[in-house]
């Protein structure tokens, strides 16, 4: 079907997007590669200062995945939940805008960071609660549901490990964990759309 294929490339290049615009973003940061990876933020690299040069290619990363997943829940993806579409459809608001706010506010500055978090708390918390209804909320449970279920619950943990050791070194580790579970599920369900 052929809105299963768009939608489904929709999340695809949303998510491959992501996933190269974080590493080119990363190799020019003011800092070595695996170190922007470990001890920097994924914001960082969206703060337009000297530390980022490339800080406009992170922030189009963050609007397009929030695009991708709006348009491809609600073009395709919804028509495949068979429970709970309601509840569903606002975490997938709520997680889509967050994403976008977190590109289009950026971390650093006092007067719009609070802005900022909340909308990566919408992004990542709601992100990965949505994985978990999801899963629970199509016709099967098969191999796909499974993996969205886990993706879901690794999400879940690795965000409150990330917020109960905000100041501690390693946190953005955590916090990168937190937000690829979403990435990911954005690739394999474009996959099982375009398969579909």
């Not at 294929?5 to 290049?13: E, S």
């Not at 974080?22 to 990876?37: D, L, Q």
């Not at 390693?170 to 369900?189: A, C, K």
């Amino acid at each position: 079907m052929m809105k299963s294929k768009v939608a489904g490339i929709a999340l695809i290049i949303g998510s491959l997007y992501y996933v190269v615009a974080e590493a080119v973003s990363a190799t020019f940061f003011n800092a070595s590669f695996s170190n922007a990876y470990v001890f920097h933020a994924i914001s960082e690299l969206g703060i337009p200062n000297l530390n980022s040069p490339l800080f406009w290619l992170m922030n189009s990363a963050f609007i397009l995945v929030g695009l991708a997943l709006i348009f491809g829940y609600f073009y395709r993806f919804k028509d495949f939940i068979v429970k709970n579409k309601a509840i569903i459809s606002i975490f997938t608001l709520i997680t889509g805008l967050g994403v976008i706010i977190v590109g289009m506010i950026h971390g650093g500055n006092p007067l719009t960071s609070g802005y900022h978090t909340l909308g990566a708390v919408m992004a990542i918390l709601g992100g990965n609660v949505m994985l978990i209804l999801i899963s629970r909320s199509m016709d099967d449970f098969g191999d796909y549901q499974k993996t969205t279920l886990i993706l879901g619950i690794f999400g879940l943990i690795s965000f409150w490990i990330m917020f109960f050791i905000i100041g501690n070194a390693y946190m953005p580790v955590f916090e990168r964990l937190s937000v690829y579970t979403l990435i990911i599920w954005s690739f394999i369900t474009g996959l099982f759309l375009v398969k579909s």
